[in-house]
């Protein structure tokens, strides 16, 4: 409560300053009316007008200076609201303070301030508790406000509100999908800047361009590139030019706060550890000022991307020491970030909390982990709905899925599994194709690895079915163009799964689509750059070309088949993993022993005896290895 108690008592000052009784003009009305009446009793008419004239003026001069004393009054319930963090109820009296006066009245500037103080207490209302509504409200009053303060007359104060616009498009962008209101807010932090130049208003300015850093570094984020990310990291450090720690201590450590985060998405991005030790650095330089006795918000939250940064250290280290201290620096924020305080940033504490828990997970080959995981996600989605935070509601049901799929490969039952293609398809109806083509692409492709190893659980064809249509629609964006590695590979999976349902199907309908995708991911999973996966496909493909020819006949598919298992033996060497080469000399084996018969039945002896001669050479070979 720190920050909020000096907040506190700088508003109880201000209140003590103006609570003066306030005075009433009916004295000097009542004396005009007075002097009317009796110039009418005296029969002098004229001078009776001459005084009702002058009551009409007083009495309006009356009504003027009841309305401010109304509106001051009713903004001094305001800024108790705000004491109370009572933002919302703080908001409607500044409105109705605003409404005591006419628009382009006398009162042209009092009527405007009470509107910005309007705006600004919904942006606290929409950004500390999450109210998207208010939010929203404070969006379109800040859009009215420069209308009614245009940059020619008020140039100052115009700076002011684009700044505030840019800080609540920021903070609604963070919650919805897709960047135009992250690219809005960029504007309008530009446009700020162009009146709050250095020169002119150096402290404003550099509070502009930490604003305008956040916003990159967020874009960055969200972007394949590193130059927003870059931009965003020299933003911060022009702003550390003007606010200096002895100028202005907080507002230096919260700059240095935003550094640390730059830098660790930019050292996540590049893969750099010197980028991350640098945030290290720049966190461990912020809590000398943000202490947790001073300011406890703004400790918790420095704790919380402290986290963060040994997280994304820890995971490309071989231990675990970095990802424990990330877990220790969580648990150190949530003990300020609580839920009833500031429910969305706990809630982003938890997802972030069950992101280290499952690499721990992972790590450890732990399942209590992995439930630790589980149970912070379902947590983080308590506050992070889908309609008031689509973007983070998708990344939390997206990353739940993997966690509970890698608990469901852990055990004999199918039931995490089951809610794990719930959870999938819960968050594709939010991460569309259209909104983030790759994203949906990616997973369709998790989700139909999932439907296939239930489709082999249940011995269900009907979950294969959905595994391949999953597969084909993640195939409608990650093309060949766009990742050719993951289009081979999705491929590959689209192969396998054919060739299951065929292998249950009487026709070869299945068969002949599992040996085009095969001959597809070939294309691409090439010797050089992918033997091992080159070597599987190739003997898959085998396979499946050997089950056409049981169900065609002939001598074309066995021929294919024995070219597709030598091609992968070519790859496999002998001495790599002996058992698997024997299996596909096994195959080999067999096809050719198949193709001597097929030759035989139709005449060509020397053909067959050449085929037989091989598999029996072939089927000699994999008998020792077996052995």
């Known amino acids: 409560m720190g920050a909020k108690l000096v907040e506190f008592a700088e508003r109880i000052k201000g209140l003590l300053a103006t609570s003066a009784a306030q005075g009433g003009d009916s004295s000097s009305v009542a004396a005009l009316k007075a002097d009317a009446q009796k110039a009418i009793d005296a029969g002098d008419l004229v001078k009776a007008d001459t005084l009702l004239a002058a009551v009409v003026a007083e009495q309006r001069r009356d009504r003027d200076h009841l309305a401010l004393n109304i509106a001051k009054t009713l903004a001094r319930r305001g800024e108790i609201a705000l004491t109370r963090l009572r933002y919302a109820e703080a908001a409607t009296y500044f409105a109705k303070a605003a409404a005591e006066f006419s628009p382009n009245g006398a009162h042209e500037g009092e009527r405007i301030g009470y509107l910005q103080k309007e705006a600004d207490a919904l942006y606290q209302q929409g950004d500390e508790p999450g109210d998207n509504v208010a939010l929203l409200s404070a969006i379109e009053r800040y859009k009215r406000l420069l209308a009614l303060m245009p940059r020619e007359r008020v140039p100052s104060g115009w700076a002011t509100i684009q700044n505030s616009l840019g800080g609540a498009l920021f903070t609604q962008g963070l919650r919805e999908n897709g960047t135009a209101k992250l690219e809005e ?222 608990l469901g490969s852990r055990e004999s ?20 194709r259209d909104r983030a083509p790759l994203d949906w692409a990616s997973t369709q492709i998790t989700l139909g690895t999932v439907l296939v190893t239930l489709g082999q659980r249940e011995k269900s064809t009907a979950r294969l079915e959905e595994a391949a249509a999953a597969f084909r629609e993640a195939l409608k964006e990650q093309t060949r163009e766009r990742g050719p590695a993951i289009w081979a590979s999705t491929q590959s999976a689209l192969g396998s799964v054919l060739a299951k349902l065929g292998a249950s199907e009487s026709g070869t309908v299945r068969l002949d689509e599992a040996a085009v995708a095969y001959r597809e991911a070939l294309k691409e999973q090439t010797r050089e750059g992918a033997p091992q996966q080159r070597v599987l496909i190739q003997a898959s493909l085998g396979n499946v070309l050997a089950m056409l020819n049981e169900r065609e006949g002939g001598t074309a598919r066995l021929e294919e088949a024995v070219a597709a298992y030598r091609e992968a033996l070519k790859q496999r060497p002998r001495e790599g993993v002996p058992i698997d080469w024997a299996a596909v000399l096994k195959s080999l084996a067999e096809a050719q022993a198949n193709l001597g018969y097929a030759l035989y039945d139709r005449g060509d002896f020397a053909a067959a005896a050449l085929n037989f001669r091989d598999a029996a050479d072939d089927t000699s070979a994999y008998s020792v290895l077996w052995l």
Not at 347 to 368: C, H, K, M, W
Not at 389 to 397: G, Y
């Open 185 to 406: 807010a960029t504007a309008a932090f530009r446009e700020a800047l162009s009146e709050r130049t250095r020169e002119r208003a150096p402290l404003l300015w550099a509070n502009t361009q930490s604003n305008l850093a956040n916003a990159f570094m967020t874009l960055g984020v969200l972007e394949s590139a590193t130059t927003k990310l870059e931009a965003a990291v020299a933003a911060h450090r022009q702003a550390l030019s003007e606010r200096s720690r002895d100028r202005v201590p907080l507002d230096w450590a919260q700059s240095q706060a935003n550094l640390g985060i730059a830098l660790t998405a930019l050292g996540a991005r590049e893969n750099s550890m010197e980028r991350l030790e640098e945030a290290v650095t720049a966190y461990r330089l912020a809590v000398e000022e943000f202490t947790r006795q001073r300011a406890p918000l703004n400790w918790a939250a420095t704790q919380y991307v402290l986290g963060g940064t040994f997280s994304a250290i820890g995971s490309r280290e071989s231990g675990s020491a970095r990802l424990e201290e990330a877990v220790a620096a969580y648990r150190e924020g949530l003990s300020e970030l609580t839920r009833e305080r500031v429910p969305l940033k706990w809630a982003a504490a938890q997802y972030l909390l069950g992101s280290v828990f499952a690499t721990l997970g992972d790590r450890e080959n732990s399942i209590p982990r992995l439930e630790e995981s589980v149970a912070s996600y379902r947590e983080a989605l308590k506050e992070f709905s889908r309609e008031g935070a689509p973007r983070f509601w998708t990344s939390i049901e997206s990353a739940l899925a993997d966690v509970l799929v890698k």
């Open 413 to 432: 039952g199918s039931a995490r599994l089951e809610e794990a293609v719930v959870t999938y398809r819960e968050a594709l109806k939010e991460q569309t």
